[in-house]
T-cell receptor
Framework: TQLLEQSPQFLSIQEGENLTVYCNSS?????LQWYRQEPGEGPVLLVT?????EVKKLKRLTFQFGDARKDSSLHITAAQPGDTGLYLC???????????FGPGTSLSVIP | DAGVTQSPTHLIKTRGQQVTLRCSPK?????VSWYQQALGQGPQFIFQ???????QRGNFPDRFSGHQFPNYSSELNVNALLLGDSALYLC?????????????FGQGTRLTVV
């Protein structure tokens, strides 16, 4: 059974600080995706990583896919209050498989 | 482009009743997936529809059923509602593009069972 774990579960930081959240599994994924979800809304896709060791940057966000394609990290530089939300990782073992989600990391950035 | 739209946005039902939730996919998308998200948790996969057939299913009982129409829109039906079915129900649409397939989510339907 595929399972994605995320850590930490909750994170509260001051504006301007850096942070890293992690997504881990015992399964190998063909691709991993990161979403951000705000209260009362559906998740919004931030990035998809498909190659082991791949690093993608999206402004202040840096995403990395582990070499073995079992884990991923999201690093945010100089966090802003607008970064507040639930960060979800999701993946599928093959491109035809159902996409499963981790439990999420709830980030709160305090002005 | 209206993106993925879901209706209704909120719904209150009584235990034992039946409910139907609706989803219109993003233009150009032919695949619809449904998820259940309990408060404080990540979305749980219910099932996926493609070409009007259920292609994959998660660990949900038969009380959860669905349908996809020729215009790719979809319905999620839940029978004999339980208190534990209270959750945000999310619809995601996509068009297969291999590893780069991207799913777009609607805003969800908040179902409360009392």
């Amino acid at each position: 059974t595929q399972l994605l774990e995320q850590s930490p579960q909750f994170l509260s930081i001051q504006e301007g600080e850096n942070l890293t959240v992690y997504c881990n599994s015992s399964s190998v994924f063909s691709s991993l995706q990161w979403y951000r979800q705000e209260p009362g809304e559906g998740p919004v896709l931030l990035v998809t990583v498909v190659t082991g060791g791949e690093v993608k940057k999206l402004k202040r966000l840096t995403f990395q896919f582990g070499d073995a394609r079992k884990d991923s990290s999201l690093h945010i530089t100089a966090a802003q209050p607008g970064d507040t939300g639930l960060y979800l990782c999701a993946g599928a073992e093959t491109s035809y498989d159902k996409v499963i989600f981790g439990p999420g990391t709830s980030l709160s950035v305090i002005p | 482009d209206a993106g993925v739209t879901q209706s209704p946005t909120h719904l209150i039902k009584t235990r034992g009743q039946q409910v139907t939730l609706r989803c219109s996919p993003k233009s150009g998308h032919d695949t619809v997936s449904w998820y259940q998200q309990a408060l404080g948790q990540g979305p749980q996969f219910i099932f996926q529809y493609y070409e009007e057939e259920e292609r994959q299913r998660g660990n949900f009982p038969d009380r959860f059923s669905g349908h996809q129409f020729p215009n790719y829109s979809s319905e999620l039906n839940v029978n004999a509602l339980l208190l534990g079915d209270s959750a945000l129900y999310l619809c995601a649409s996509s068009r297969w593009e291999g590893l780069n397939t991207e799913a777009f989510f609607g805003q969800g339907t908040r179902l409360t069972v009392v």
